[in-house]
T-cell receptor, first 109, second 113 residues
Framework: GQNIDQPTEMTATEGAIVQINCTYQTSGFNGLFWYQQHAGEAPTFLSYNVLDGLEEKGRFSSFLSRSKGYSYLLLKELQMKDSASYLCAAEDSNYQLIWGAGTKLIIKP | IAGITQAPTSQILAAGRRMTLRCTQDMRHNAMYWYRQDLGLGLRLIHYSNTAGTTGKGEVPDGYSVSRANTDDFPLTLASAVPSQTSVYFC????????????FGEGSRLTVL
């Protein structure tokens, strides 16, 4: 079956670095999305990886290994506003998204 | 309107009642989606539409119906609401850029008593 696994909750300190992991199993694979969702709000797009490797976008980077079915989101120089849930979603061969349950990131001062 | 708009934002509904959640986008996106989001679960696809005039079933379509009469509107109807349909519902449309990212509405929080 199709499955996405990511940690339920993580805690980090303001100014630090945190890595949120995601493993996936899908029927075919086209790409991997990361979305950010603040409490009570809609998800917003962060990144999309198709090829293996690291994609950097400001303080946020996303990594993909297609052979391992693995991705991570790296957040640097954490700010209090980064407290949110981070959703991993894999796009299967039919271009449908399979979503993880999300990782709630708590930032402490 | 800029983006994707959902209504109502929040609704309490008696079981057995009919309810339509509205979704409108002004980005001229072809593909639109309805998801429900429940605590501890990932977003689950209810129905989708790849283009005006066509719809398809997602992962959890039972008890829901949709229509896509034009590009902008994609309403979701609960014919006879049940308590298990208590959830937050998100409408989304798919961008036509390289990433095909989804743009989400602000969500409709529905409580069925």
């Amino acid at each position: 079956g199709q499955n996405i696994d990511q940690p339920t909750e993580m805690t980090a300190t303001e100014g630090a670095i945190v890595q949120i992991n995601c493993t996936y199993q899908t029927s075919g694979f086209n790409g991997l999305f990361w979305y950010q969702q603040h409490a009570g709000e809609a998800p917003t797009f962060l990144s999309y990886n198709v090829l293996d490797g690291l994609e950097e976008k400001g303080r946020f980077s996303s990594f993909l290994s297609r052979s391992k079915g693995y991705s991570y989101l790296l957040l640097k120089e954490l700010q209090m506003k980064d407290s949110a849930s981070y959703l991993c979603a894999a796009e299967d061969s039919n271009y449908q998204l399979i979503w993880g349950a999300g990782t709630k990131l708590i930032i402490k001062p | 309107i800029a983006g994707i708009t959902q209504a109502p934002t929040s609704q309490i509904l008696a079981a057995g009642r009919r309810m339509t959640l509205r979704c409108t986008q002004d980005m001229r996106h072809n593909a639109m989606y309805w998801y429900r989001q429940d605590l501890g679960l990932g977003l689950r696809l209810i129905h989708y539409s790849n283009t005006a005039g066509t719809t398809g079933k997602g992962e959890v379509p039972d008890g829901y119906s949709v229509s896509r009469a034009n590009t902008d509107d994609f309403p979701l109807t609960l014919a006879s609401a049940v308590p298990s349909q208590t959830s937050v519902y998100f409408c989304a449309s798919k961008g036509q850029g390289d990433t095909g990212e989804l743009f989400f509405g602000e969500g409709s929080r529905l409580t069925v008593l």
